[in-house]
């Protein structure tokens, strides 16, 4: 088998990263590493650091601004590599655990399935078990084991172990900065190079950093499922189709979740979702016409001065 790597996030919260990395050292994983998204000065960081001190299988590595969960995963993978570079990588939020056995059974699944690049287990959401996510494509519903017409199945990023040496890597992409990133994954892989291990149960507390129904939570979630009709699309024309059904089941979503948490957050999120989509789409257009012009000045063709 080949040696596993625990990777996890920390977002402030010591406690239950350091509950995360004990599960995955109790069972079996070679090291684990942190990447500390906190930007708190190191607070959190040093707090970790206090706790492992004395364990040389976690190392921990502090970035000083808060690069989101696409990009912290990204860079901790590049870092695990770098000094296992045989590893595969036990990607888990760190509000989760795994149980004893797990790590060696999603391994097995790779063994057994040479095509597949992550295997993924069921996750235990406080007594609710969800197996495979479904994402349709047209409408950003999800189901669970059971697909709607037009979706495709995807691994979430709460707990997934991958074969790095088997996709090319960055695996996520960073124009996601949360919620999103594990759909387009899914997408780009296809079911067959999933594997479902579903003996294998993953204990989630679950939303315990974006706190489900938060400001944080619903803009960021709303804003994925924008990025993703571009993302998505197979043509221009198609994207817009995707964007449009979009607005309709995000108006329809943020209405029916006002409701339910009696709050006006779920339905501001949709106008600060969509400007955080444009405004980075705006900032990505300036930029790469910035890089055009240095570029053209700095490549000029000598006869023409």
């Known amino acids: 088998m080949r040696p596993i790597v625990g990777l996890t996030l920390n977002y402030r919260d010591a406690e239950r990263t350091s509950r995360c990395i004990g599960s995955l050292l109790d069972d079996g994983a070679l090291a684990v590493f942190v990447w500390d998204n906190s930007a708190d000065d190191g607070m959190s960081a040093q707090a970790l650091r206090a706790r492992w001190q004395n364990e040389p299988r976690v190392i921990i590595e502090e ?21 296992w570079p045989t590893a595969w990588i036990m990607l ?40 495979t996510i479904f994402y349709q494509r047209h409408f950003a519903l999800l189901s669970f084991d059971k697909p709607w017409p037009g979706s495709f199945p995807y691994p979430s990023g709460c707990a997934l172990l991958i074969a790095p040496e088997r996709v090319e890597l ?11 990133e594990d ?43 924008l990025r993703l009709a571009k993302k998505l699309a197979r043509t221009g024309t198609e994207a817009f189709i995707l964007l449009g059904c979009r607005i309709m089941s995000l108006s329809l979503r943020g ?20 400007l955080l989509v444009f405004s980075s789409s705006v900032s990505a257009s300036h930029d790469s016409a910035r890089n055009n012009r240095h570029g053209a000045e700095t490549h000029h063709d000598p006869s023409k001065t």
């Open 183 to 225: 759909v387009l994954l899914g997408w780009r892989l296809g079911p067959a190079r999933l594997a479902h291990v579903p003996q294998v149960i993953v204990w989630h507390e679950g939303s315990a950093s974006s706190r489900n129904g938060s400001t944080f939570y619903e803009r960021h979630l709303v804003a994925g499922h």
């Open 92 to 131: 888990i939020n760190n509000d989760a655990c795994v149980f004893p056995g797990a790590l060696q059974t999603l391994a097995a699944a790779l063994e057994t399935q040479p095509q597949a690049v992550v295997a993924y287990p069921r996750i235990d959401h406080g007594g609710q078990i969800s197996g």
């Open 255 to 274: 209405l029916w979740r006002s409701v339910h948490f009696r709050s006006f957050i779920p339905l501001r999120a949709l106008g600060e979702g969509w």
């Open 170 to 180: 960055p695996l996520y992409d960073e124009d996601f900065f949360m919620y999103g």
């Open 63 to 83: 970035s000083a601004a808060n690069l989101g969960f696409a990009a912290g995963v990204n860079r901790g993978m590049d870092m695990i590599l770098g000094r």
